[in-house]
């Protein structure tokens, strides 16, 4: 397979080689499990069904899930047909959604499962698209009609953060255009009937507010607010960065965790522009949210 289908464009045969993301095209899984450590109306009480996939096509300096999207070597290879029963099995375990953590890479083998999981009946649950933010129009063009609920990152309004931080210097305008294609597809957020906390259609956006870059956290929320009302989507603040995933690089701004005062003006900002959505507590800035990573 010829891949192009994150905004790398490698155009590498990941049937006899690695892309950038560091997978082939073979899935690999790092964890299948309910997850409670979501926005609420994405764990709710039972958890979300989640699915890490191993490797990922951005691959930030500070990722708290480094062990499976830079170093590679975490998780285990597995077949479609097993995917797609392990998945039902997570919707009989009693979990609110099915959220496919970091998949985009694996999108050209993951498409004929999604299209399956829809068509036969067997899945009643939403599926959640759960990515950084750097897709492709094409890939995500591919997805409408799978995806019940968008959950992007929108990481940087900066080019130069975005370079340093992801050697992506392209990142803000591709996942500024990124998430508009997802608003068109889903439309306004939309609460279950049923189940009025859980969403069950729509885009939710997250950012990472990082430490000493709260200027740029306050230009990601401006331009967010200059391509949607917003009433039509959710945002989630979050200030869970921890420094203990980037202890390894040259940004000693990175070796330090978020001070409140960055926090709370970004929220501030939120505010002022209108935005409904999600805060995190000061005490998510820890390792001990961060999953073991078995293939299990």
């Known amino acids: 397979m010829i891949c192009n289908i994150c905004p790398r464009k490698c155009n590498i045969d990941r049937s006899s080689a690695l892309g950038f993301c560091g997978e082939s095209e073979a899935l690999r899984v790092a964890r299948i499990a309910p997850h409670h450590f979501e926005e609420p109306p994405i764990s709710g009480t039972r958890g979300s069904g989640t699915v890490f996939f191993s490797g990922c096509s951005l691959r930030c300096v500070f990722c708290q899930n480094k062990v499976i999207s830079r170093e590679g070597g975490r998780g285990k290879g597995m077949s479609p047909d097993e995917l797609y029963c392990r998945i039902l099995e997570l919707q009989e375990s009693g979990v609110h959604n099915i959220n ?3 998949p985009t890479h694996f999108i050209g083998t993951l ?27 094409e890939t995500l063009r591919a997805l409408d009609g799978l995806i019940d609920i968008y959950m992007p990152d929108f990481k940087y ?10 050697a992506a210097p392209n990142y803000p305008e591709v996942a500024e255009a990124a998430i508009r294609e997802m608003i068109r597809q889903r439309g306004r957020y939309r609460y279950s009937k049923g189940e009025p906390d859980l969403l069950e259609s729509g885009v939710l956006v997250r950012h990472l ?22 009433e039509d989507i959710l945002i989630s603040l979050m200030s869970q960065y921890t420094p ?19 926090y709370s003006t970004v929220c501030a900002e939120a505010d002022s ?14 390792v001990q949210y961060t999953p073991d990573f078995d293939g299990e």
């Open 209 to 230: 507010v990082l430490p000493s870059h709260r200027a740029d956290s306050i230009e990601v929320l401006r331009r967010l607010r200059a391509i949607t009302e917003p």
């Open 157 to 166: 309004a900066s080019s130069e953060l975005a370079a340093r931080y992801s």
């Open 100 to 102: 496919l953590v970091t």
């Open 244 to 262: 203990d995933f980037a202890l390894d690089t040259p940004y000693k701004n990175l070796h330090r965790r978020l001070t409140s005062f960055e």
């Open 111 to 137: 498409l004929p499962l999604l299209e399956r999981l829809k068509s036969s009946g067997e899945l009643h649950i939403p599926i959640v698209y759960n990515s950084s933010g750097y897709e492709r129009i």
């Open 273 to 286: 522009l209108g935005f409904i959505g999600f805060e995190q507590c000061r005490d998510s800035s820890s």
